[in-house]
T-cell receptor, first 109, second 112 residues
Framework: GQSLEQPSEVTAVEGAIVQINCTYQ??????LSWYQQHDGGAPTFLSY??LDGLEETGRFSSFLSRSDSYGYLLLQELQMKDSASYFC??????????WGAGTKLIIKP | NAGVTQTPKFQVLKTGQSMTLQCAQD?????MYWYRQDPGMGLRLIYY???????DKGEVPNGYNVSRLNKREFSLRLESAAPSQTSVYFC???????????FGPGTRLTVL
């Protein structure tokens, strides 16, 4: 089967750094994607890793280890607007994205 | 560019009624997707269309049908709505691979 696991909730302080982990089990792995979704909004694409290593986009970075079936999203210099749910998703050989249940990030001032 | 648009934004149906959710994208993307999202959960794929003229079932296709009308438009039909289909429905599109998808604003559907 295919499944992804990520923490249901993470709490951090404004200005700090937070890491959201994702472990996956899937057949025909193509890459790991991260999406952000604010309450009442639509998911928006953040980053994608097809190869091992770290990808950096501004305050956000994403890491992948294919041998460990593991990745994480790193958010630096947290701002209140970063309060949202973050989803990891993996692409498979059936041309589909399989989604995790999401991590709700709560940021305290 | 509007990106991905969906209509309607909100809908209330009675059990057994039918309706069609509309989706259109103006990014010339080949692939389009329909998802449902239940409270506190991730997205589940209902149907997708890898290219114009093709459609395939996703994880939860029962009770739904789709039509890829042309490259821009991908509609989702509920033939006989059930309370279990109360959810938020998102349409998305991607250039080629499914990894980078662009989403519409969603349709909030309640079935009584």
């Amino acid at each position: 089967g295919q499944s992804l696991e990520q923490p249901s909730e993470v709490t951090a302080v404004e200005g700090a750094i937070v890491q959201i982990n994702c472990t996956y089990q899937t057949s025909g792995f193509y890459g790991l994607s991260w999406y952000q979704q604010h309450d009442g909004g639509a998911p928006t694409f953040l980053s994608y890793n097809a190869l091992d290593g770290l990808e950096e986009t501004g305050r956000f970075s994403s890491f992948l280890s294919r041998s460990d079936s593991y990745g994480y999203l790193l958010l630096q210099e947290l701002q209140m607007k970063d309060s949202a749910s973050y989803f990891c998703a993996v692409g498979n050989s059936n041309y589909q994205l399989i989604w995790g249940a999401g991590t709700k990030l709560i940021i305290k001032p | 560019n509007a990106g991905v648009t969906q209509t309607p934004k909100f809908q209330v149906l009675k059990t057994g009624q039918s309706m069609t959710l509309q989706c259109a994208q103006d990014m010339n993307h080949n692939s389009m997707y329909w998802y449902r999202q239940d409270p506190g959960m991730g997205l589940r794929l209902i149907y997708y269309s890898a290219s114009e003229g093709t459609t395939d079932k996703g994880e939860v296709p029962n009770g739904y049908n789709v039509s890829r009308l042309n490259k821009r438009e991908f509609s989702l039909r509920l033939e006989s709505a059930a309370p279990s289909q109360t959810s938020v429905y998102f349409c998305a599109s991607s250039e080629g691979s499914p990894d980078t998808q662009y989403f519409g604003p969603g349709t909030r559907l309640t079935v009584l």
